[in-house]
């Protein structure tokens, strides 16, 4: 038997409360009168999968002045910091742990000032109704919530699932305990996650063998030690012509002196202005052949994890290696795999003590979750074409299967990467929840009879 959430209805839900949920809450809370419920799974709201670890070595891999969550605040996380943060200032890559604290503090803050229009509820929306005048969503299977409008919020989930020695959620912490300091581990992935495994290793002091594998072997770069100034160029070449074209004058430019970096920077406001110049067979070519090129110096890391990562290369300790592998025979204390080094054929059979999957978090559509299994069957969702998300429209409307955008439904975040491409770091996701925030207010506004979050 379903019992309402609480008596009254939503203007708004958020589902996930993570640090999209929370960016978007604050902001509704900040400029409307509506009434907010923010529904996250877990016992600890604002947190997410990036700012929830204890690790202090893991960094923002952005400098605190780019990591406001208000868009319209730029320097709201380094006044945060100048407050709480231990002497780190604005060039500074401050722990993500400090991040996730910042987040709690803005969401309580929100909450305080919202004077009871947003509320927190804990639970899992295990699915959402779409009726004549809003939503009705069901939390835990056993209380329903009714709300104007629905923003999906639901973050990453992680690379696979555990099989004894072999973890496939790299961010809980039992990936790495019960492991000898002198085990031999393998991590699948060479990107931010399998970074992220390996500070942790390096802080509990292991000090056994760590092998590193992914298809081409790169490694995401690191920033320099401070900001360098964004050069003045013109890069309009770069939003023309075909995919191959583009990648061959971006590639000349980087070699006549502007580099990577310098690249990155510039083009860093216009990454989706580049990514809608793509048709849709372009995009699936960038995803197969450009992207992890892409990815490792568009999301580079902090110079001292630099370090630790020059320095367990230099002791033998890392090894980076670009291969295919199988997973085979698997026990609690040991994962045999054959690997396949790129340019060879010679099947290596190998034994780990532990293998952790670090290739990253998923967004995409998968019907073991509840909310996605029903949504789909309802008709309410549908992947987007290149498979990496849900299909939004350009005002971020879920599209459900007869392709039209929801009235009621919205999705915010990672799960929107299908349109969007890059909308994971905080400098993105917190333009993304402005502009549905402020959709949002004006739709609900002017529909009928909405005055400032209460029913005339
Ligand atoms: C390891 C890591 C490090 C990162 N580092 C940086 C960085 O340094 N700088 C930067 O700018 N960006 C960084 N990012 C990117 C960025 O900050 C994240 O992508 C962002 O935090 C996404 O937050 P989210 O709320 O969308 O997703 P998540 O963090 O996944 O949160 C989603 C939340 O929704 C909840 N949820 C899901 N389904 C339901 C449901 N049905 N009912 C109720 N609740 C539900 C989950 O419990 C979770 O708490 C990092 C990302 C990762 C993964």
Known sequence: MMRPADELP????????????????????????LRIVLIEHTSKPALGVAYSTRCRG?????RASDMSALADEPDHFVNWLARDGGGLGRDDFAPRADYGRYLQDLLADSVQRSEGRLRVVTGEVTAIHDKAHGVELDIDGTRTLHAHRAVLATGHRPPSADHGAYHGNPWREDAIEGLAPEAS??????????????????????TGPIVALSRRGLVPRFHPPAPIPSPDVDTRDLFAGSLSQRASRFRSRVRNGLGWAGLMQVLRPHNN???????????????????????????????????????????????????????????????DVTIVRRGSSTREQCSFDRVIDCRGPRNEV??????????????????????????????????????????????????????YTEIVAIPDIRLQAAE?????????????GLVGGHTA
Do not use: C
Not at 24 to 31: G, I, T, V
Not at 58 to 62: D, E, I, K, Q, W
Not at 191 to 200: C, F, G, K, P, Q
């Open 273 to 335: 202005e580049l990514w809608h110049g793509l048709d849709l067979d372009q995009r699936r070519r960038f995803l197969r052949h450009l992207r992890p090129w892409w990815d490792i110096h568009r999301h580079r890391v902090a110079p001292h994890i630099g370090e630790i990562i020059e320095g367990a290369k230099a002791r033998g300790q890392l090894s980076i290696v670009a291969a295919k592998i199988e997973i085979g025979h698997t026990t609690d204390r040991k994962v």
């Open 58 to 62: 893991h960094l923002l891999n952005v």
């Open 10 to 33: 939503a203007d708004i839900a958020i589902v996930g409360g993570g640090a999209s949920g929370v960016l978007l809450a604050a902001l509704l809370a900040r400029k409307s009168g």
């Open 185 to 206: 581990i393998l991590l699948i992935g060479t990107s931010l996650t399998m970074i992220d495994v390996l500070v942790s290793l390096m802080e509990r002091g292991h």
């Open 436 to 448: 549905v925030a402020e959709h949002l207010v004006a739709q609900l506004l002017q529909s009928s």
């Open 366 to 419: 998968d019907e073991r979750l509840p909310l996605h299994a029903q949504m789909v069957t309802d008709g309410l969702l549908r992947a987007d074409p290149l498979g990496q998300g849900l299909d939004v429209s350009d005002k971020e409307a879920l599209m459900g299967r007869s392709g039209k955008p929801s009235r009621h439904l919205y999705v915010l975040g990672p799960p929107t990467r299908g349109r």
